[in-house]
């Protein structure tokens, strides 16, 4: 049975669960998600948890392709404003801080309760991460990502795409462990640094990862991948992220990463309740 440890009390995995997405940023891809004033963040929070979302996954900055690179007191910033309000209002919530520094991911465990890191660069953009991870003794998401987001799209060379991401996770993971770091959530990284094409390969080959017997969290919620193979926009991207989360979840995923709250945990019912009759 997968488990994450969240403050003392472990959250079982063996029903996959699902994060919401909460970004008070100006400049998310999705502008649907884009969070900035206080009531907006209060709005977003309920509506994650009443619809059944698990986690709240806050992020400051947008990593879309191309995206500003903030610093760390931009980020910061931000965070001080949107932390309190969500503390405040629901106390009990299970947060995720989506950040690639150390600094910040510090900033929000130890001031502000925050329960889970989510960083997309593996621990490459800082390298003061893993061992901050280490000392702050919460889970850690490790995504598969090359270069940072304003350069992903030109890293989309590989010698064998699976191969080689499998091969990132194995190094990564064991350097995680090696500090003390248990409990890890393998993230793919979908979109980030992989063509459309690598991006299917990627999801047609996700029961692989579960040679590291680690919890696997799919983000794939409206991303290019849909929006480009359908030829429309995320806007117009449910129905493709409904079917790959569908997928997803068939094939072993432990968490699901989205804006679409309630379709996903639809999702994650219908997949259990067919798996009550799988011989």
Known sequence: MKTINIKGELLNLSCPVVMGILNVTPDSFYPHSRKETGQQIVDRVSEILSQGGKIIDIGAQSTRPGSTLLSAQEEMERLKFALPIINREFPDAILSVDTFYGDVARFCVEEHGVAIINDI????????????????????????????????????????????????????????????????????????????????????????????????????????????LLETTSANSLNGTAVLNT?????????????????????????????????
């Open 247 to 279: 997928f997803a979840l068939q094939n072993g995923a432990d968490i699901l990463r989205v804006h679409d709250v309630k379709e996903a945990v639809e999702a994650v019912k219908i997949v259990k309740k067919l798996e009550e009759y799988r011989f």
């Open 121 to 228: 660069s593996g621990g490459e953009m800082d390298k003061t991460m893993f061992d901050t991870a280490a000392k702050l003794n919460v889970p850690y998401i490790l995504m598969h990502m090359r270069g940072t987001p304003q350069t992903m799209h030109t890293l989309t060379d590989y010698d064998n795409p699976i191969q080689d991401i499998f091969y990132y996770f194995s190094k990564k993971i064991a350097v995680l462990h090696s500090l003390g770091v248990n409990d890890i959530i393998i993230d793919p990284g979908f979109g980030f640094s992989k063509t459309t094409n690598q991006n299917y390969e990627l999801m047609a080959s996700l029961q692989g990862f579960s040679i590291f017997e680690l919890p696997l969290l799919v983000g794939i919620s409206r991303k290019r991948m849909i929006a480009d």
